[in-house]
């Protein structure tokens, strides 16, 4: 859960996120439809706690989830709630925003949470003392990197390569926004899009969603295996 990107559309947006995980980890689910208190969501759902890190939800509202907030941090046996399911938690309620807000969160490890919530985009973050969330502007691109793997240094690089793609990439769609995040680096396995730290830690999937007004889909690539698959709520209309 550590490399976002949001990308405004015409009629709606893209989110796509790249998982890190420790080799260790089981193989995460590929995505499917569930029912979340009576909401249909689709996510992957983590083989080890059976939470997940992005969700779709059917009425074109997101979330994707990110380790740390603003520092990276040391873990501790306090942290008992995984965040996974803290996602889920909240993607169940319809305001997701005001769930974030009134969920209790002190045995959980800080994380942040982005957010597209009634067409509005929120960042949203848990420090392990502190909630914070901010409005942030849904016509513009946004990246963000988990800090508990990049320092502040190797975050401003990768801003510096999503403005880049940004300005080169005016008609972004689901697949040039996979293509970057494929591809994109300087040929340093430690820091790269797609990254891979002594084969311990190395980034294990890419998932993307495409929200229009004609519909909405999630599409996952599992990299270690090459297993994929497209679906959504009336897929065949949403735009890649």
């Known amino acids: 859960m550590c490399t976002v990107t949001y990308v405004p559309s015409n009629d709606g947006y893209y989110l796509v996120s790249n998982r890190d995980e420790k080799r260790t980890r089981k193989k995460a689910l590929l995505p499917v439809e569930y ?8 996510f992957p759902k983590d ?35 995984s965040r996974g399911k803290i996602v889920l938690q909240i993607a169940s309620c319809f305001d ?3 769930a974030f807000q009134s969920i209790p969160l002190t045995e ?4 942040t ?3 597209i919530n009634n067409s509005r985009l929120w960042e949203c973050r848990w420090d392990g003392e502190k909630k914070y969330y901010k409005l942030m502007d849904g016509h513009t691109a946004h990246i963000w990197s988990s800090a508990t793997l990049y320092n502040t240094e190797q ?9 880049k793609w940004v300005s080169e990439n005016p008609s972004a769609c689901l ?9 994109t680096g300087e040929g340093n396995p430690e820091i790269d899009l797609v990254m891979n730290r002594d084969d311990k830690l190395f980034t294990v999937s890419i998932t993307g969603i495409a929200v229009n007004s004609s519909g909405s889909l999630m599409q996952y690539i599992d990299l270690k295996d090459n297993d994929s698959t497209t679906i959504g709520f009336s897929p065949e209309r949403a735009s890649l």
Do not use: M
Not at 48 to 75: P, Y
Not at 155 to 163: A, D, G, I
């Open 35 to 42: 029912s979340l208190d009576g909401t249909k969501v689709i």
């Open 47 to 81: 083989a080890d706690a059976s939470g997940t890190w992005i969700v779709l939800k059917e009425n074109g509202d997101s979330l994707c989830l990110l380790n740390g907030a603003f520092i990276n941090f040391t873990e501790t046996d306090k942290y008992s709630i």
């Open 96 to 98: 997701t925003l005001i």
């Open 108 to 111: 959980t490890a800080p994380f």
């Open 113 to 115: 949470l982005i957010l």
């Open 155 to 163: 975050q401003k690089l990768r801003q510096q390569w999503f403005n």
């Open 175 to 183: 697949y040039s926004l996979f293509h970057f995040h494929k591809n």
